[in-house]
């Protein structure tokens, strides 16, 4: 039987969810997809109108196939944690079901189990705010989205988890190193991330099997990165200094993930994996 993966944070063809769904539908995977609520529509028609037709392609010229598109909002774990004005927001009010207990119930009801969970998603409202001018709203909300968000869906996903399963997600540098411009706590929205990865991959390993790995990647000019607003000149420091001289495509970010979630890693278990032309190796610009 071919393995089956739930990828969280795909919402166009520019990110590394996109690009990591492609690399597990190459090796066979079926792909079900969670999207963030507002971003639903506009993904879901351009699915439909085939606007994604050309980036569909995989390696043996046929289409990637996203078997089921799923709302999602991983801010919010059940429908009581639902404030009254995100309910009855308009963007919101059209889709039913996108708690993380509930897309992990619909995924059960649907598919019966997952084999492998992507966690490619982030989100932090004061970003472009350096960490000494953010609010604890702003500090709290990064961390809500970007890290506690990946807690609650191995939570909710690893009961429906086959024993072998593996689970990943996308880090950034900023969390060990000092990256000005990554603010908002997003920094240490991700040195949370990398810490838990290593928790969970205790506690998720010890009790049902699984692996839980993160990606360190490169820059990427993702829709999320754009938003940022320093993203080119993080590709060009890279292009310069890194050990690799190439720009990093989100297709290598893909691999990397298909061979952590791929029995070639099975005893991969907790680990930070750079996927950045090794630039997280230099000491010095050069
Ligand atoms: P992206 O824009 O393709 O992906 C981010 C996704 O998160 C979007 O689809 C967005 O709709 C979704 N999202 C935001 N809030 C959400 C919520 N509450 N519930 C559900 N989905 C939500 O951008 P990208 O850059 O591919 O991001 C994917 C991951 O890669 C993120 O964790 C990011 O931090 C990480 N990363 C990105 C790098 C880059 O240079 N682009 C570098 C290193 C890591």
Not at 37 to 64: C, H, Q, W, Y
Not at 105 to 125: M, Q, R, W
Not at 201 to 229: C, D, M, Q, W, Y
């Amino acid at each position: 039987r071919g393995k089956r993966a739930f990828i969280a944070g795909i919402a166009d063809d520019n990110g590394y969810g996109w690009a990591i769904a492609k690399s597990l539908a190459a090796a066979g995977a079926e792909i079900l997809v969670g999207t963030w609520v507002p971003a639903l529509n506009i993904f879901e028609t351009s699915l439909r109108r085939g606007k994604f037709d050309e980036s569909r392609v995989l390696p043996d010229g046929s289409l990637m196939e996203i078997t089921k598109v799923y709302p999602l909002d991983a801010v919010y774990d059940t429908p009581e944690d639902v404030p009254e004005d995100v309910k009855t927001n308009k963007r919101y009010a059209g889709s039913s079901k996108w708690t993380v207990k509930e897309v992990a119930e619909s995924v059960k009801e649907d598919f019966g189990s997952i084999d492998i969970l992507v966690h490619s998603l982030a989100n932090g409202p004061e970003v472009s705010k350096p960490l000494l001018e953010t609010s604890r709203y702003g500090y709290l909300a990064a961390i809500s989205a970007s890290s506690y968000s990946y807690v609650s869906l191995l939570q909710h996903f690893v009961p429906i988890m086959n024993p072998g399963g593996a689970s990943i997600s996308l880090t950034y540098i900023a969390s060990e190193r000092i990256i000005p411009g990554y603010g908002g706590g997003m920094s240490s929205a991700k040195a949370a991330l990398e810490s838990d990865t290593q928790v969970l991959a205790f506690e998720a390993g010890r009790k049902h099997g699984i692996r839980v790995n993160t990606i360190s990647a490169g820059p990427l000019r993702s829709r999320a990165a754009k938003a940022i607003g320093f993203i080119d000149m993080m590709i060009d420091y890279s292009l310069e200094n890194a050990p690799l001289q190439k720009e990093l495509s989100a297709e290598e970010v893909g691999n990397a993930a298909a061979f952590l979630a791929s029995p070639l890693a099975s005893a991969i278990t907790g680990t930070v994996l750079y996927v950045d032309n090794g630039l997280n190796a230099m000491g010095v610009g050069v």
